[in-house]
């Protein structure tokens, strides 16, 4: 409810003087007074009309005003509406049995008019408080259950152990049965009992917080429990500890599967490019120290592959990519095969020398010449590759990656199958150095401008934020995409002036917004070059300060590998920045560099969940259970999550079943000008109803 909306006040009264003076009074103060004559008439009007609070006489024909309280109360049980009995000042039984009826206060007759306004105000008040604390304790208590939270307290004196009831679900096993420590530890696992024992009783004699992990046989299973205590409650009952009890075997579990994907793809079982380049880094170190042979990394990437797709179905698309996988793998002796894009695979191969080695690498991308039967159809699949050796090349696991894919690249835009690294540098370079040049005076011609992408709310189903993504109008290319030059602005040093832009004109946007009675949290992507920027911090509250906007509307985007660079300094900006009042998002989140817990080191507000988790979401478990995972942490947090790149309704519904909040994504809106998003903002309503 706004603050401008007019509080409802209902009036039931038999005496018309007193409903009109109470009118009178009262609309004048901003009131909107509903009036009736007797309880059940009342009855009726509060049912209809929901007002905030009820003013009742006690006597009254048709239906007293026990009665009508009463009733009120039972059609109103969550809301805590204030009602105020009108009784006589003598009347000590009248007053007792509005109480009983559920009235929260009276106010004696002849009524004294200049006290009233004031009694109602604080009623309202109060109702409010009341309606506050239920919805706190609700949201406490499912926040509680989703976490699997409970409480526990222990005596080290007579080593007396008590839990809070909820932990009985919890556990797997009543709580009485447990009421000491030496009663817990047949319930551990063996082996983690005499660690157990040794941190109560170290935490015991000495004064230690106690934070463990244990295994626990609970009806149904074994589980991970988590304890944590400390002594006393601030300063008090010091002869006991007391402490938080959590089952965490799902997000144990989950871990150990992110721990697993992180390193694999799912669909062929293949290493992904992170587990491929920690085997390029480990031969390297192997053939430094023999310094013999050559170590060729290869890049493939199926072509038209999507077209294949399109014509067999997903599900065959599917099918074929693990029949390549396959294939490469048993082609691949010695060597090994990666996954590490949708059609594209990486390769390791030893050879004597570098010709030795393409000649390998040749011979393996014959092996996919053959047709292949899927569903029992004959499909054919080409395919160009790009290679890159050790030493001539390259001395790094990245760098020889890219370098390959470089080369595969360029063999794709010259119609080849295989190109070499080094046969292309000049060609690239051109293109590279031609971009750098047109960057430098991009924006001194205004050549950029950004679009905004709308984020949807899914509790009430309003768009509530936007993304500001940067585009460079380039006056021959054309629209070039912020993926081909943002990494050319971090490289050549422009990031910095570019990303000042940004921050200004998104700042000046927002600010737009509020002045246009529509405000948007405006979210501004950083990268990592500007990130380590010292002067970011002033170019943020500078631009946000001249613009006018609210700290809070601004929510500023990191992505995990930037944050994770130099995580004391990210954590430090970061804190200064969100005391400030300004949001933080980690960008692009999903099984990257590190771990959900430690990440929940950083302030944060906001979790963008990266699109790739999304694109699947409707056919990949896996997917479910890690986006389930972080909602999870993000509720108990009480962090926002944003699903980013939702394309349509189904995608839309198992995101917000798996307790996402809010999604960014075609379904809402592609990015667009500033204008056509207030228009949208004026007609919008939320896809597939509901
Ligand atoms: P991002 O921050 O993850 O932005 C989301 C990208 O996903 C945007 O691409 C957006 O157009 C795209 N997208 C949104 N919804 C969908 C969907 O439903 N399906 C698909 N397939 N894609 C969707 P865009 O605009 O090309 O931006 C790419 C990246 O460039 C951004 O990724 C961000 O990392 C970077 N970027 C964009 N603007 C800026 C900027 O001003 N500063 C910095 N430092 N980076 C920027
Ligand atoms: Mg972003
Ligand atoms: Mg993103």
């Not at 899914?458 to 380039?474: F, S």
């Not at 509020?514 to 500078?542: M, Y």
């Not at 005391?579 to 960008?587: E, P, S, T, W």
Request: overall charge negative; aromatic content about 6%; hydrophobic content about 40%.
């Amino acid at each position: 409810m706004s603050a401008t909306t007019r509080r409802k006040l209902l009036i039931i009264e038999d005496m018309q003087a007193t409903r009109m003076l109470v009118k009178g009074m009262l609309s004048k103060q901003g009131y909107e007074v509903l009036q009736a004559e007797n309880g059940a008439e009342g009855v009726v009007l509060f049912e209809r009309e929901h007002p905030d609070i009820v003013l009742m006489d006690v006597m009254m024909p048709v239906m007293d005003g026990f009665e009508a309280c009463r009733r009120i109360r039972a059609l109103d049980r969550a809301e805590g509406t204030p009602i105020l009995m009108l009784t006589g000042a003598e009347d000590i039984e009248a007053i007792e049995q509005a109480f009983e009826a559920g009235a929260t206060d009276f106010i004696t007759k002849p009524i004294n008019w200049a006290l009233l306004t004031q009694r109602i105000r604080y009623a309202l008040r109060g109702g409010q408080l009341v309606r506050e604390v239920r919805q706190n304790r609700l949201r406490q208590a499912s926040a509680q259950r989703i976490a699997q939270l409970g409480f526990w307290s222990w005596k080290p004196s007579d080593d007396s152990l008590e839990w809070s009831e909820d932990v009985a679900e919890l556990l797997g096993q009543a709580p009485e049965r447990i009421a000491t420590l030496e009663a817990l530890l047949p319930y551990v696992r063996a082996d983690d009992r005499e660690r157990v024992q040794r941190e109560f009783r170290a935490a015991g004699t000495a004064d230690l917080r106690l934070d463990l992990e244990l295994r626990f046989a609970g009806s149904g299973g074994e589980r991970i429990i988590r304890m944590i205590g400390e002594r006393g409650v601030e300063g008090r009952d010091l002869d006991r500890f007391f402490g938080a009890v959590q089952n965490v075997t799902d997000s144990r579990r989950a871990e150990a599967l992110v721990d697993y994907l992180a390193l694999h793809d799912e669909l062929t079982g293949l290493g992904n490019r992170r587990l491929f380049s920690q085997s390029i880094r480990r031969d390297l170190e192997r053939l430094h120290l023999t310094n013999q042979g050559v170590l060729l990394v290869g890049w493939i990437d199926l072509s038209r592959f999507h077209r294949h797709n399109d014509m067999l179905g997903e599900a065959a698309g599917d099918t074929l990519l693990r029949q390549v996988a396959q294939r490469l793998r048993l082609q691949a002796v010695n060597g090994e095969i990666a996954r590490v894009g949708g059609d594209e695979f990486a390769v390791l191969l030893h050879a004597d020398d570098n010709a030795a080695a393409l000649h390998r690498f040749g011979h393996l991308l014959d092996g996919l010449d053959h047709p292949f039967r899927v569903h029992d159809q004959e499909t054919f699949l080409t395919c160009t590759a790009g290679a890159a050796c050790f030493p001539d090349h390259g001395s790094d696991p990245e760098q020889l990656l890219t370098l390959a894919q470089e080369a595969q690249r360029q063999a794709r835009s010259q119609g080849r199958r295989i190109v070499q690294s080094g046969e292309i540098t000049a060609a690239v370079r051109t293109n590279t150095l031609d971009l750098e040049r047109a960057l430098r005076k991009a924006l001194d011609k205004d050549e950029f401008h950004l679009v905004y992408q709308p984020q949807m709310d899914l509790r009430h189903g309003r768009i509530v934020g936007a993304e500001a993504l940067l585009r460079w109008q380039h006056p021959e290319r054309g629209l070039v995409s912020p993926v081909e030059f943002i990494p050319i602005l971090e490289e050549c040093g422009l990031i910095t002036a570019v990303g000042a832009w940004v921050i200004e004109e998104a700042c000046r946007q927002a600010r737009q917004w509020e002045l246009a009675g529509t405000p948007l949290r405006v979210g501004i992507n950083l990268s990592a070059r500007q990130f380590h920027d010292p002067a970011l911090f002033d170019t943020i509250v500078t631009a946000s300060g001249r613009s006018g906007v609210a700290a809070g509307s601004i929510e500023l985007e990191i992505t995990e590998s930037l944050a994770m660079q130099n995580p004391e300094h990210a954590i430090e900006l970061l804190k200064r920045l969100r005391k400030l009042g300004y949001k933080i998002a980690i960008d692009d989140f999903g099984i990257g560099y590190s771990s959900l817990e430690y990440l929940l080191r950083f302030p944060l507000d906001t979790i963008k969940i990266d699109r790739a988790f999304v694109h699947r979401i409707t056919e990949s478990q896996a997917d479910r259970t890690i986006v389930r995972a972080i909602t999870a942490m993000a509720q108990t947090l009480g962090l926002t999550t944003i699903a980013e790149g939702i394309e349509h309704l189904r995608q839309c519904d198992f995101i917000e079943a798996l307790g996402v909040t809010e999604i960014q994504g075609y379904l809402i809106g592609r990015p667009m000008p500033p204008a056509e998003l207030h228009r949208l903002l004026g007609t919008f309503a939320r896809p597939g109803g509901s």
